[in-house]
């Protein structure tokens, strides 16, 4: 059976690549027809994983293909997810496996309500790619993904080993919806201050104080949410990722360095509209979250 990836950018491009090698039958979906050309004149997907390059012909369309889509994995930004599936709503079977691998949490429900004869699988990932330039990804740094479905558990994909033959390290959790929490909540403690102060991951050591006074709000979200048990170890986890990633410059001030729009909605956004929900007021984070704000609109960027 076919995946169709949706969103060929860094991520899609990376699982894209590892499945069509491994004679996984796979086809990228390309926004319109110029982009579709665009590729064509590339002659592909290039991955470079370590020191190696190699050129992948991997078969395209545009949304407006006929043909039935059964497993689409959907890698666009989490701001751009709703409109793109909503293009190739219409070509989803009855029953169609939908992977949604978009950072922090919200898009995934807007997702859901567009196709609701799909059953939409959740995705957390620690992989790391970039592109260097159209077609062109990097593997930035090797990682896994847990998948899991919130509505239907314990029913695992028949392809999980399928992926991890390809090299696509995968694991099923029947607990997604508390591995975006932990990941939203160790985010929205590290990028936003990363972009504030312009800085590497581990110099956030310099900003301690800070970084107790945003763990803490965020436990107190994370007991409002039910998920109380993330909320004792979160400020260790934080320090923990700081350490273990000191080298690395956060996706938030890669997106603010090179002036693409950041998924801050979808991150410290998304947190303080939970917070809001529940009638928790979390001084620091409001006043991180206003404090990101201005500093993406002084650089010319989008505040959403
Ligand atoms: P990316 O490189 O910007 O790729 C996104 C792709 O989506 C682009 O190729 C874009 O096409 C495409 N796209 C947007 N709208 C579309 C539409 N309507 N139809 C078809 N394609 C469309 O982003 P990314 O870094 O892979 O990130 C994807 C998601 O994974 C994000 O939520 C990110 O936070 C998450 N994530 C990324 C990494 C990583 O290392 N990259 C790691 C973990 C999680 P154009 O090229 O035409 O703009």
């Not at 790619?129 to 847990?146: C, D, L, N, P, Y």
């Not at 992926?163 to 029947?174: C, D, K, R, S």
Request: with cysteine.
């Amino acid at each position: 059976m076919s995946w169709h990836i949706l969103g060929a950018g860094s991520l899609g491009g990376l699982w894209a690549a590892r499945l069509f090698r491994a004679g996984t039958p796979v086809r990228l979906i390309f926004r319109d027809r110029l982009r579709l050309a665009q590729y064509r004149t590339a002659g592909g997907l290039s991955l470079r994983e370590g020191e190696q390059d190699s050129l992948y012909p991997l078969p395209a369309e545009t949304p407006q293909d006929a043909s039935p889509i059964r497993r689409l994995l959907v890698t666009c930004k989490a701001y751009d997810a709703e409109n793109a599936v909503a293009a190739v709503a219409s070509r989803l079977v009855p029953g169609a496996e939908v992977v949604l691998l978009q950072n922090g949490i919200g898009s995934q429900e807007r997702v859901i309500e567009r196709i609701p004869r799909a059953r939409c699988i959740l995705a957390s990932s620690t992989e790391g790619a970039f592109r260097e330039s159209g077609f062109k990804i990097v593997q930035a740094g090797k990682g896994h993904t847990w998948l899991g479905d919130p509505i239907h558990p314990e029913h695992t994909p028949d392809w999980l080993g399928e992926l991890n033959e390809a090299g696509i390290p995968v694991q099923w959790t029947a607990d997604i919806q508390s591995q975006l929490w932990r990941k939203l909540a160790i985010n929205c403690a590290i990028n936003p201050l990363t972009v504030l102060y312009n800085c590497r991951n581990g110099e956030l050591n310099a900003h301690a104080h800070e970084i107790n006074k945003i763990t803490n709000e965020l436990g107190r979200l994370l007991k409002a949410v039910e998920h109380e048990d993330l909320a004792p170890g979160l400020q260790e986890a934080v320090l923990a990722v700081i350490d273990a990633t000191a080298d690395n410059t956060s996706s938030m001030l890669q997106d603010v360095i090179y002036g693409r729009r950041t998924e801050i909605s979808f991150l410290l956004g998304y947190a303080l509209q939970e917070a809001q929900r529940h009638g928790l007021i979390l001084e620091t984070l409001e006043q991180l979250y206003r404090r990101l704000r201005d500093h993406l609109e002084t650089h010319g960027l989008p505040v959403d």
